[in-house]
């Protein structure tokens, strides 16, 4: 059964850090392209980062340098660092992936994870 895992959401102060992992079980994440994704209630889902099969990334301008994606295909795992969060990151995180797209739109991936919340919050 293909399935993606997201887990490390959870209650953090305004200025924390947090890392979200995306784990795959019956695929080999090193054929796909891995985007995180967030919803918020109330709003859209928006696009937070990808990362390609040979691990270059891409990032929601808003979000360059505060966050950073990586993978590790041995472990058939991808991350997603957070640092300096802020009340407005608080979401429902995603990651998803895609073998016939590239980029942060939705539309282009085909496997989701359940999700995993954040809270950013004093």
């Known amino acids: 059964q293909v399935q993606l895992a997201e887990s490390g959401g959870g209650l953090v102060q305004p200025g924390g850090s947090l890392r979200l992992s995306c784990a795959a079980s019956?695929?080999?994440?090193?054929?796909?392209?891995i985007g995180w994704f967030r919803q918020a209630p109330g709003k859209e889902r928006e696009g937070v980062s990808c990362i390609s099969k040979s691990g270059v990334p891409s990032y929601a301008g808003s979000l360059k340098g505060r966050f950073t994606i990586s993978r590790d295909n041995a472990k058939n795992t991808v991350y997603l660092q957070m640092n300096s969060l802020k009340p407005e990151d608080t979401a429902t995180y995603y990651c998803?992936?895609?073998?016939?797209?590239?980029?942060?739109?939705?539309?282009?991936?085909?496997?989701w994870g359940q999700g995993t919340q954040v809270t950013v919050s004093s």
């Open positions: 998803a992936a895609t073998t016939t797209g590239w980029g942060i739109m939705a539309h282009y991936y085909d496997i």
């Open positions: 019956g695929l080999a994440l090193g054929y796909y392209t």
